[in-house]
């Protein structure tokens, strides 16, 4: 069984920083890879960023990239997303998710369908 809390979401204005994180518990051992992924409404969830577990490589969309750093604490087994200067079109349900499928990570670490498990999201509002 594995399980990914997310928490840290709130409202905040334009220009603005807040940090999401990501509490995994369960099975964390075979996890390859976690990722940041979000949704808002009425639009295609999409990739946000990425970060190996063991190594620490990672990866960005271009619409975040300088402005959103992901990182990892291995020993809480916990995900951070450090959002800055955030704006408004940042808006959604963020979620986390874990792959332990490393061929698909590889192949397009940015899919939603090469992760396993995932969160149940936290809501970041940004107002301008």
């Known amino acids: 069984q594995v399980q990914l809390v997310e928490s840290g979401g709130g409202l905040v204005q334009a220009g603005g920083s807040l940090r999401l994180s990501c509490a995994a518990s369960g099975r964390t051992g075979s996890f390859y890879a976690m990722g940041w992924f979000r949704q808002a409404l009425g639009k295609e969830r999409e990739f946000v960023a990425a970060?190996?577990?063991?190594?620490?490589?990672?990866y960005y969309a271009e619409s975040v990239k300088g402005r959103l750093t992901v990182s990892r604490d291995n020993a809480k087994n916990t995900v951070y997303l450090q959002m800055n200067t955030l704006k408004p079109e940042d808006t959604a349900v963020y979620y986390c998710a874990a792959t332990d499928r490393v061929l698909a990570y590889v192949i397009n670490y940015g899919r939603t369908s090469t992760y396993a498990y995932w969160g149940q999201g936290t809501q970041v509002t940004v107002s301008s």
């Open positions: 970060i190996i577990w063991s190594g620490g490589t990672t």
